[in-house]
């Protein structure tokens, strides 16, 4: 809901959840939330079936999974108005377990994939996340917002006619409805509208039944029959592993990006154990796991201005009754109306701004080329966390190799006797690599100074250059004195100087 001075701002504070308490009291905020998890619930149900094909399982499974991860999330997590559900990177990771083992290895990998994720954050592993540098997060954004339009292009290619000023109608409404009124979310408008046209006049369009069988029950407990054995856990640990790994990659990334739009801190170590609660529960309800599905959070919190949990307890639920009692109607929905939805989440999603050509011109070449990376290779693989350790391996590299040339060594010869040389700069294995070099070992004086008070230490391979240097210069009778260290440095050198063995 806007004000006269634009968004609301929601007060949200995660230990207390005063956001949820705020929607309760307030009828406008609540009704905003509950819609926003309507519209949710409605994009999950073709998507949760088509990674159900993907992971090569039944679609019930991959719906029953979206409903369970969506509803304890929004218990556990740590980012509210975060939308978690089955997703394609979790399917991709898991699929092979189900495609060699079946389905009770599989769904025991996912609650194994669970307790992975449990044990990492309370390891620490949401600390990570401030190495992710801007420029990734610009290129993580721009990227899922390439994936969400490239997964519509299938359901515009080799359809009726009839699909295109479906979609293109729908467009419109999710354009300018938000200028006329917000009191209902455009994209509910969107679907509601263009399934009333589309069962007025009979037009045969592909809809949400031919996507796949929807469910008529309730989920219940499922214990998958596997053998509790050592090569069991030998088998499924690096599946669990590696769905661990990408779907805390995938969630802590979007929560990051959750917190910028809505100008609130989240609680990453608590939204990583939830993901890890949240696909224990859902392996124990007979789900394929999933994780944070960053186009629908993206419909929940920019598109339909969602805040708390409310809307992710909302999606769960209603993806739930619809899924089970109006099975039948939701069958009804045209995939041109999801589309248009999906579209224009797309379109929203993309930050603008880095694109710009202006932008690009003032922006140094090793953060567009760190944004590139990031796009090119999530694109390319369609997996969100290979993109972003790509990417993060990307900054990484050129930030060394900055770093490594703003190293200075400056020579002056003081007496007859005494040579000093002053080094400048952050010493680590890329920038005191060549620093070897850089002594006149043959016509020095007898003593040499060499002046660290304008430089810090900061590895092992530093330490053995200097330790090379000594030795170059004690192999023509000549000795080094270092001085100007002081804390870690001086401790590091010390520690380590001697011990390292070799010469460079």
């Known amino acids: 809901m806007n004000t006269p001075h634009g968004p609301e701002q929601v007060p949200h504070d995660p230990r207390t959840d005063v956001s949820v308490r705020f929607a309760l009291r307030s009828p406008a905020r609540l009704k905003t939330e509950l819609l926003a998890g309507l519209v949710v619930a409605l994009a999950l149900i073709p998507e949760a079936i088509a990674f159900s094909v993907i992971a090569g399982v039944d679609p019930r499974v991959g719906l029953f999974a979206s409903v369970t991860m969506a509803i304890t999330i929004a218990i556990v997590g740590g980012r509210p108005a975060m939308i978690s559900a089955a997703t394609a990177a979790v399917a991709l990771v898991i699929a092979p377990v189900s495609e060699q083992y079946g389905v009770d ?37 721009n990227s899922l917002a390439i ?25 419109l409404v999710l354009v300018f409805l938000p200028k006329i009124t917000e009191a209902v979310p455009a994209p509910l408008v969107t679907i509601v509208l263009l399934t009333a046209v589309t069962v007025a006049f009979s037009l045969n369009v592909p809809d949400v039944a031919d996507q796949g069988e929807l469910p008529e029950s309730l989920p219940t407990l499922f214990f998958p029959d596997v053998p509790l054995t050592f090569e069991t856990l030998r088998i499924l640990a690096p599946y669990a592993l590696a769905m661990a790994l990408v779907g805390l990659m995938e969630s802590l990334m979007t929560a990051k ?100 050509p202006r932008t690009l011109r003032l922006m140094p070449l090793s ?11 999530t694109v390319s693989t369609g997996n969100l966390a290979i993109g972003v350790s790509l990417g993060v391996l990307t900054a990484m590299v050129l930030f060394a190799r900055r770093v490594a040339h703003m190293t200075t060594v400056e020579r002056t010869l003081t007496s007859d006797d005494t040579c000093t040389y002053r080094v400048t700069g952050e010493l680590f294995w890329a920038s005191s690599n060549d620093l070897v070099f850089q002594f006149d070992y043959i016509g020095d004086p007898e003593n040499v100074v060499v002046d660290l008070t304008a430089a810090d230490i900061w590895d092992a391979s530093t330490v053995a ?10 192999a023509k009778g000549k000795t080094v004195t270092i001085v100007g260290l002081d804390g870690a440095s001086l401790e590091r050198l010390r520690r380590l100087s001697g011990r390292l063995g070799g010469e460079n």
């Not at 009804?332 to 930050?351: F, G, N």
């Not at 250059?465 to 004690?474: C, P, R, S, V």
Request: net charge neutral.
């Open 105 to 141: 290895h599989l769904i025991a990998t996912v609650i194994l994939g669970g307790v992975f994720q449990v044990l990492l954050s309370f390891l620490g592993v949401a600390k990570l996340m401030r190495f992710v540098p801007r420029s990734v997060m610009v290129g993580f954004v």
């Open 147 to 171: 994936l969400v339009f490239v997964a519509q292009i299938p359901h515009l290619v080799d359809v009726p006619w009839m699909v295109y000023p479906l979609v293109a109608a729908g467009l």
């Open 257 to 356: 990006l959750v917190d910028d739009i809505t100008d609130t801190r989240s609680d990453k170590t608590r939204e990583g154990w939830g993901q890890g609660v949240a696909n224990i529960v859902t392996g124990f309800f007979g789900g394929m796991g999933g994780c944070a599905v960053v186009g629908q959070t993206m419909m929940n919190v920019k598109v339909s201005g969602a805040r708390t949990r409310l809307s992710t307890l909302a999606a769960g639920v209603f993806l739930l009754i619809l899924v089970v009692a109006l099975g039948d109607i939701v069958g009804l929905v045209p995939m041109a109306a999801l589309v248009a939805v999906m579209i224009m989440v797309s379109i929203a999603t993309v930050d603008w701004h880095s694109v710009h």
């Open 367 to 377: 953060e567009t080329v760190v944004m590139v990376v990031t796009v090119v290779a």
């Open 465 to 474: 250059t200097f330790d090379a240097i000594q030795q170059k210069y004690a």
